[in-house]
T-cell receptor, first 111, second 113 residues
Framework: GQQVMQIPQYQHVQEGEDFTTYCNSS?????IQWYKQRPGGHPVFLIQ?????EVKKQKRLTFQFGEAKKNSSLHITATQTTDVGTYFC???????????FGAGTILRVKS | GAGVSQSPRYKVAKRGQDVALRCDPI?????LFWYQQALGQGPEFLTY??????LDKSGLPSDRFFAERPEGSVSTLKIQRTQQEDSAVYLC???WGGGGREYFGPGTRLLVL
C-alpha cells in the first residue's frame, strides 16, 4: 500500500568510505522527504524531492529521486563520525496530512 | 527562534495509570502531528491537527488514546489506562501548512512498568 521500504537496515562503514541508502515504493510518490535522527535524538529534516529525476546535493550528501518517482536514494561521500545516525525516508502526501516513514537505515562509522 | 518543545521529556508510569503529554509547536504553525516511535522503528503517525481541528486520527491505536488542541496551538496527547505496549517515544511535529518539512520536538520517552 502506502509503505516505503528502506535498504539496508544497517550499515557499518570505515570512516572515509561512502554510504548509500535506498528507499522504494510500489506506488508513485508525489514527493519524498529525508530525515536524520541521531542516537537519542529526534528526526531532523534534510531535504524534500519533488521532481522526477531530481538530484540535490548538500555538501557530502547527494539525494536522488527516480525517474518514475517510485524510488529515492541518499548517498554520503567520505563518511565522517558525525554522520552516525538513522536515516529515514518518508513519503509525503501532496496536501501532507501525514508522513509515512520507512524503517530507516542505521549508519555506524568506525574511526 | 524557539523550536517545538515537549514535556515531560521522560515519563515512567505504572500500568493502568493515565498520562498526559504536552506539545508546544513553533509559533504560527498551523499543522501539528503526533507520532509514536518504538525502539528501532521509524515514527508511526498517530494524529493530525489543522489549527484546532483534528482532521485525521486514523493512527491512534485504541480508544485509550486521545489528543486535543483546543486553541490551535498547544496540544496534549492523553493515554488512559496505560499498558506496557504503550512504551515508546512520542514525537510531536509542526509545519506552517499542510505539507513540506516537519519540525520535530525532542519527544517524550514513555516507559510503562
Amino acid at each position: 500500500g502506502q509503505q516505503v521500504m528502506q535498504i539496508p537496515q544497517y550499515q557499518h562503514v570505515q570512516e572515509g568510505e561512502d554510504f548509500t541508502t535506498y528507499c522504494n515504493s510500489s506506488t508513485t510518490l508525489s514527493n519524498i522527504q529525508w530525515y536524520k535522527q541521531r542516537p537519542g535524538g529526534h528526526p531532523v529534516f534534510l531535504i524534500q524531492l519533488v521532481k522526477s529525476g531530481e538530484v540535490k546535493k548538500q555538501k557530502r550528501l547527494t539525494f536522488q529521486f527516480g525517474e518514475a518517482k517510485k524510488n529515492s536514494s541518499l548517498h554520503i561521500t567520505a563518511t565522517q563520525t558525525t554522520d552516525v545516525g538513522t536515516y529515514f525516508c518518508a513519503r509525503a502526501r501532496e496536501y501532507g496530512n501525514k508522513l509515512v516513514f520507512g524503517a530507516g537505515t542505521i549508519l555506524r562509522v568506525k574511526s | 527562534g524557539a523550536g517545538v518543545s515537549q514535556s515531560p521529556r521522560y515519563k515512567v508510569a505504572k500500568r493502568g495509570q493515565d498520562v498526559a503529554l504536552r506539545c508546544d509547536p513553533i509559533s504560527g504553525h498551523v499543522s501539528l502531528f503526533w507520532y509514536q516511535q518504538a525502539l528501532g522503528q521509524g515514527p508511526e503517525f498517530l494524529t493530525y491537527f489543522q489549527n484546532e481541528a483534528q482532521l485525521d486520527k486514523s493512527g491512534l491505536p485504541s480508544d485509550r488514546f486521545f489528543a486535543e488542541r483546543p486553541e490551535g496551538s498547544v496540544s496534549t496527547l492523553k493515554i488512559q489506562r496505560t499498558q506496557q505496549e504503550d512504551s515508546a517515544v512520542y514525537l510531536c511535529a509542526s509545519t506552517w501548512g499542510g505539507g513540506g518539512r516537519e519540525y520535530f520536538g525532542p519527544g517524550t520517552r514513555l516507559l510503562v512498568l
